[in-house]
């Protein structure tokens, strides 16, 4: 661009360079229960640094960008929040002065509407619903009233009367990809599939069957392990708001993840006997970038072999099963049931299926070629069976 058509930089955008985009940041990440490590480890690896462990999530500290990078990469993260004050405080006056001090204006767009959930636990300052008004009604007035853009939330949690403030960076949580365009009766929360792919080691190289598959969740997760794609490429922040957020930069970004895909993965058959989710399947996946790499069937899981899919190695068998809450049918009987026909006619194959903690039964508990892992969903505690029959 000629020098000369360069816009002025104005004062307020020198305030932000100076006091938000180009500081250091604390930034928190949450998970689901049981996925801590792995976020832990994802984190280390792909930002290059050493994450804090803390309870129900990571923290690590950088720049505005590093926290874009999490959020478009992180296949385990739920939401990235941004540390903004930390103080002590047992009665509403000091609340509401520390929580004056925080540069909203600066954070957050002008007339923006803002959502603050607050919690509080052995703390003088105990009624919820009174610090979120108070908080709010601080920001609202450094904001200068709301406007009609979607809400950016705010949490306030306390612990003994000392108080952190946060910023929620992501806005919808960060399971939710936007690839589907299509709902199902009991999908399984992406995230969660992302990690029971982790747990039976997939790595994208070998063929996958999700022979329960309804939306398709763990073969789209597959095919985004497997082709590399980063799972928040296709959906939006709530950070893209914020007056600190640079287009020409986070576009930079998203162009070096999409650089970083790899070739078609092995084989991936998403079957379902139900015709319906198939066909619903079946519209979708022309929309995914990497759509092609799966392949749609309607099936019964009972009738389905290797062998009559053309997979001649074997791979990896993945399923969240009826869990008889909200599909009937499901249970400890129908677990048995699965893992003697993978046993006959999967042999070979690493499996991983997912139920309620108390659908395992006893007896497979004991079996020693397979491990039993805990994990939260949605309020549901569920085991994956996992290991090679
Ligand atoms: C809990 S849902 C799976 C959800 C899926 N993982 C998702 O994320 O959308 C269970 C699925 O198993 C399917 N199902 C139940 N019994 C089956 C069988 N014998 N063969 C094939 N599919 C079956 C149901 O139609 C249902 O779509």
């Not at 949490?155 to 990809?177: M, Q, W």
């Not at 929309?287 to 069937?297: D, K, M, Q, V, Y």
């Amino acid at each position: 661009m000629d020098e000369t058509s360069k816009k002025p930089v104005s004062a307020f955008e020198k305030r932000v360079k100076r006091r938000i985009a180009s500081r250091q940041h604390t930034f928190y990440i949450s998970t689901a229960p049981g996925l801590i490590g792995r976020l832990e480890r994802e984190v280390a690896e792909t930002l290059g640094v050493i994450p804090e462990r803390l309870t129900g999530g990571v923290s690590f500290a950088g720049r505005l960008e590093r926290m874009w990078e999490a959020a478009l990469s992180r296949r385990f993260a739920n939401r990235i929040l941004v540390r903004l004050a930390e103080f002590s405080a047992s009665d509403f006056r000091r609340l509401e002065k520390r929580c004056r001090e925080v540069p909203w204006e600066l954070w957050l767009p002008e007339g923006a509407a803002v959502e603050v959930a607050a919690s509080a636990h052995h703390c003088r300052l105990y009624h919820t619903g009174a610090i979120e008004e108070r908080v709010g009604r601080v920001v609202d007035t450094a904001l200068g009233g709301r406007g009609q853009m979607a809400a950016q939330r705010i949490t306030v949690r306390g612990e003994n009367d000392r108080f952190t403030l946060s910023l929620d960076a992501t806005g919808d949580a960060l399971y939710k990809r936007d690839l589907k365009v299509h709902g199902g009766r009991a999908p399984i929360r992406e995230t969660l599939a992302a990690a029971i792919l982790d747990m039976v080691g997939y790595t994208g190289a070998e063929p996958l069957v999700d022979p329960m598959c309804g939306t398709g969740t763990f073969s789209i997760e597959a095919a985004m392990v497997a082709s590399h794609t980063a799972p928040g490429l296709f959906r939006s922040f709530a950070f893209e708001a914020w007056p600190s957020f640079r287009l020409p930069a986070f576009q930079h970004l998203r162009e070096g993840l999409l650089a970083k895909k790899m070739a078609a993965p092995a084989k991936i058959v998403a079957s379902d006997g139900d015709g319906e989710a198939i066909r619903r399947l079946k519209e979708t996946l022309p929309h995914l970038p990497f759509g092609e790499a799966i392949t749609p069937l309607q099936a019964d899981f009972f009738e389905l072999t290797p062998e009559a899919l053309g997979l001649k190695e074997p791979g990896v068998v993945v399923f969240n099963p009826p869990y008889g809450k909200r599909i009937a049918g499901g249970g400890s009987e129908l677990v048995l049931r699965l893992v003697e026909r993978l046993s006959s006619c999967w042999a070979g194959w690493r499996i991983a299926i997912a139920v309620p903690k108390n659908q395992i039964p006893s007896s497979l508990r004991k079996k020693s070629s397979l491990s039993v892992y805990p994990l939260a969903h949605g309020g549901l505690d569920l085991s994956v069976l996992c290991g090679t029959l």
